[in-house]
Nanobody
Framework: QFWLVESGGGVVPPGGSLKLECEASGRILNPYTVGWFRQAPGKGREAVASLDIRTGTTCTGPSMKGRVTISRDNAKNSIKLQMSSLKPEDTAVYYC????????????????????WGQGTQVTVSS
């Protein structure tokens, strides 16, 4: 089986930073494209950032441009998401997702292209 487990969520003040981690178990992430998506109450699932591990290709959701970095931790078989300059509107449940193989530029930031999902971690930006 293939599991994705998110961690690192919590409460952070506006302007603060937070690092999320997605650890994979059951399979090595080498052949995968991994993405972070978020969903706020009453809203659809939105792209945060994605990474094709084999090619290094990335995409960033429009709401997070310039404020997020996605990277791989080879030793832990995990993907990290560093977020900065957080705003109250960034409050959401953040999900890690994976899809084996390469995605093109039209699908790498598209949640419907991903087949495996974690349970999510809550991020709340509030003073």
């Amino acid at each position: 089986q293939f599991w994705l487990v998110e961690s690192g969520g919590g409460v952070v003040p506006p302007g603060g930073s937070l690092k999320l981690e997605c650890e994979a178990s059951g399979r090595i992430l080498n052949p995968y494209t991994v993405g972070w998506f978020r969903q706020a109450p009453g809203k659809g699932r939105e792209a945060v950032a994605s990474l094709d591990i084999r090619t290094g290709t990335t995409c960033t959701g429009p709401s997070m441009k310039g404020r997020v970095t996605i990277s791989r931790d080879n030793a832990k078989n995990s993907i990290k998401l560093q977020m900065s300059s957080l705003k109250p509107e960034d409050t959401a449940v953040y999900y890690c997702a994976a899809r084996i193989g390469q995605l093109n530029i039209f699908t790498i930031c598209n949640a419907t292209a991903y087949t495996d999902w974690g349970q999510g971690t809550q991020v709340t930006v509030s003073s």
